[in-house]
């Protein structure tokens, strides 16, 4: 079956950065653009940023552009989110998500297919 496994959350001060990977199985990795969604305590799930299949195409949210960074590694199967200069406003559950578009990507988390379980980031002031 398919499996998304978040790694490399946890507790950082303000300013700091952390690396969110995500390994994927059972399915195709190339064939799915990738995603990642953070839900905070009382907040619904938003969207953070996505990468298309050919890794070509990026978008993020506005409240992360410029301080985080989507990549994937189609050999390895991995997908990750450098996140620099954190505040206090990323606390979340972050979650990695995979889509079967075509093309491009997407925002909404009901285009996503499959999930994984979720890191927490803790960013303290």
């Known amino acids: 079956q398919v499996q998304l496994v978040e790694s490399g959350g946890g507790l950082v001060q303000a300013g700091g950065s952390l690396r969110l990977s995500c390994a994927a199985s059972?399915?195709?990795?190339?064939?799915?653009?990738m995603g990642w969604f953070r839900q905070a305590p009382g907040k619904e799930r938003e969207f953070v940023a996505a990468?298309?299949?050919?890794?070509?195409?990026?978008q993020y949210a506005d409240s992360v552009k410029g301080r985080f960074t989507i990549s994937r590694h189609d050999a390895n199967k991995m997908v990750y989110l450098q996140m620099n200069t954190l505040e206090p406003a990323d606390t979340a559950v972050y979650y990695c998500?995979?889509?079967?578009?075509?093309?491009?990507?997407?925002?909404?988390?009901?285009?996503?297919?499959?999930w994984g379980q979720g890191t927490q980031v803790t960013v303290s002031s």
């Open positions: 990468i298309s299949r050919s890794g070509i195409n990026t």
């Open positions: 998500a995979a889509d079967d578009r075509l093309r491009g990507t997407a925002r909404p988390s009901s285009d996503y297919d499959y």
């Open positions: 059972g399915l195709i990795f190339r064939m799915y653009s």
